[in-house]
């Protein structure tokens, strides 16, 4: 598989990742469904805090996850294994199935190992794309197009991604825990990340990030364009 494609199949998997787990979602990021950010007041946001209290009380901890990338309705690629998330600024996701690939974000520096064509291609996550997606989360940033529905447990995402108009619905399940993500973009494909057996507050050994990587390992360095 040709490097830059491998890459590909990761689809959003950095940005969305974080934006999923390591979102920081406090009063004034967003509204209610039609909702506009600035007119959050009072006890609107607090669907989102107790989504992300979830998350920051199960740190560090360990998920199953399934990947489907659709493209008119149908499917065409299923992938799954193992995400370990440290914090926000420290993820694995490593795929079991049905190829071996190792993904490792920390702070901005991104690794991606693909056992099966033995190489390793390394860069810093965007500052334009995928950083993006994660930053709409933010209470920091300002205009982010974040809504949310507590009745359905649910919250929606719109942006301008490198693939033009994006739209993200995150489900969370009655514990707060992201269960459900599904990508739609322009271009009619669809991505779908489910995620299943939380095992929260796990130990991490002290090579939980490291790569055992062979000596004859292909080194790509991605350049950011």
């Given at each position: 598989?040709?490097?830059?494609?491998?890459?590909?199949?990761?689809?959003?998997?950095?940005?969305?990742?974080i934006?999923?787990?390591?979102?920081?979602?406090?009063?004034?990021?967003?509204?209610?469904?039609?909702t506009?950010?600035?007119s959050?007041?009072?006890?609107?946001?607090?669907?989102?805090r107790?989504?992300?209290?979830?998350?920051?009380?199960?740190?560090?901890f360990?998920?199953?996850?399934?990947?489907?990338?659709?493209?008119?309705?149908?499917?065409?690629?299923?992938?799954?294994?193992?995400?370990?998330?440290?914090?926000r600024?420290?993820?694995?996701?490593?795929?079991?199935?049905?190829?071996?690939?190792?993904?490792?974000?920390e702070?901005?520096?991104?690794?991606?190992?693909?056992?099966?064509?033995?190489?390793?291609?390394?860069?810093?996550?965007g500052?334009?794309?995928?950083?993006l997606?994660?930053?709409?989360?933010?209470?920091?940033?300002?205009?982010?197009?974040?809504?949310?529905?507590?009745?359905?447990?649910?919250?929606?995402?719109?942006?301008?991604?490198?693939?033009?108009?994006?739209?993200?619905?995150?489900?969370?399940?009655?514990?707060?825990?992201?269960?459900?993500?599904?990508q739609?973009?322009?271009?009619?494909?669809?991505?779908?990340?489910?995620?299943?057996?939380?095992?929260?507050?796990?130990?991490?050994?002290?090579?939980?990030?490291?790569?055992?990587?062979?000596?004859?390992?292909?080194?790509?360095?991605?350049?950011?364009?």
């Amino acid at each position: 598989m040709e490097p830059r494609r491998a890459f590909a199949c990761l689809g959003l998997l950095v940005p969305l990742g974080i934006a999923i787990f390591g979102a920081t979602l406090s009063q004034g990021d967003g509204g209610p469904a039609g909702t506009p950010a600035a007119s959050v007041r009072g006890n609107d946001d607090v669907f989102l805090r107790q989504v992300r209290a979830a998350i920051v009380a199960s740190q560090p901890f360990r998920v199953d996850f399934v990947q489907q990338v659709f493209i008119d309705g149908g499917l065409e690629l299923q992938e799954s294994g193992v995400i370990v998330f440290a914090h926000r600024e420290r993820i694995k996701w490593e795929y079991l199935d049905p190829e071996s690939k190792i993904f490792i974000l920390e702070k901005d520096r991104y690794r991606f190992y693909d056992r099966e064509n033995n190489q390793l291609l390394r860069g810093r996550v965007g500052e334009s794309g995928e950083q993006l997606i994660w930053e709409l989360l933010l209470a920091e940033r300002p205009g982010a197009a974040v809504r949310w529905d507590a009745g359905t447990r649910a919250i929606f995402l719109s942006f301008q991604g490198q693939e033009g108009a994006q739209e993200v619905k995150v489900s969370v399940g009655a514990d707060f825990l992201p269960q459900r993500v599904e990508q739609a973009a322009e271009n009619e494909v669809t991505t779908v990340y489910l995620f299943r057996n939380y095992r929260r507050r796990v130990p991490l050994a002290p090579g939980e990030f490291d790569l055992d990587l062979p000596a004859d390992v292909e080194i790509i360095e991605d350049q950011q364009p």
